[in-house]
């Protein structure tokens, strides 16, 4: 499975949109990309994921480049139960390994 | 709430006990997993089961021993662990094992230490 690449961490103020970023420049043409939060000492919550098209649900939306070799997770209105460390991962249909690096710790500031 | 179930949440253990993680889905999946997730590290994936059967152990420590009864029931059973077997063990699920669409979901984990 390709890696993916993601800043260590980001501040975002309450009410504003974040936006993570995440690339995969190696992904190949059969690789998924999710997105995934965990919340202090919780396990892994699922967001959302893509193949091509822009993908959007009542958590948030996920924005796939052209060339796929990068993505971004939008949290519209985020809220302090958003502050999370977030994780982009891809994944190929072979194979059970769902590595998920060590995301983005998200700090939703009042 | 997910609808995969962990229990105990916590359990302190010592050495020389014999100890065990349930897991639970309700969703109907066909694929279980168990993962390790130790303080400041990535989590580790350390079995699979697909349709009960055991498809992947990555190298773990015969110390821990997976059963997997049916589809919705996993086990994790403890005998003789260390101090760094401390962590996070989470329980997810999904459809089917190996597909790329197939979400996986998670539990909340059992925080386990070893003393």
């Known amino acids: 499975d390709a890696k993916t690449t993601q800043p260590p961490s980001m501040d975002c103020a309450e009410g504003r949109a974040a936006n993570l970023p995440c690339n995969h420049s190696?992904?190949?043409?059969?690789?998924?990309v999710y997105w995934y939060r965990q919340i202090h000492s919780q396990g892994p919550q699922y967001i959302i994921h893509?193949?091509?098209n822009n993908e959007t649900n009542e958590m948030a939306s996920l924005i796939i480049t052209e060339d796929r070799k990068s993505s971004t997770l939008i949290l519209p209105h985020a809220t302090l139960r958003d502050t999370a460390v977030y994780y982009c991962i891809v994944r190929s249909n072979t194979g059970n390994q769902f590595y998920f690096g060590t995301g983005t710790s998200l700090t939703v500031i009042p | 709430e997910t609808g995969v179930t962990q229990t105990p949440r916590h359990l302190v253990m010592g050495m020389t006990n014999k100890k065990s993680l349930k897991c639970e889905q309700h969703?109907?999946?066909?694929?279980m997993y168990w993962y390790k997730q130790s303080a400041k590290k990535p989590l580790e994936l350390m079995f699979v089961?697909?349709?009960?059967?055991?498809?992947e152990n990555n190298s773990v420590p015969s110390r821990f021993s997976p059963e997997c009864p049916n589809s919705s029931h996993l086990f994790l059973h403890l005998h003789t662990l260390q101090p760094e077997d401390s962590a996070l063990y989470l329980c997810?699920?999904?459809?089917?094992?190996?597909?790329?669409?197939?979400?996986?979901?998670f539990g909340a984990g059992t925080r386990l230490s070893v003393l």
């Open positions: 190696t992904i190949s043409g059969n690789e998924y």
């Open positions: 089961y697909n349709f009960k059967e055991q498809t």
């Open positions: 997810a699920s999904s459809p089917v094992g190996g597909l790329a669409g197939s979400t996986r979901y």
């Open positions: 969703l109907g999946h066909n694929a």
């Open positions: 893509g193949l091509k």
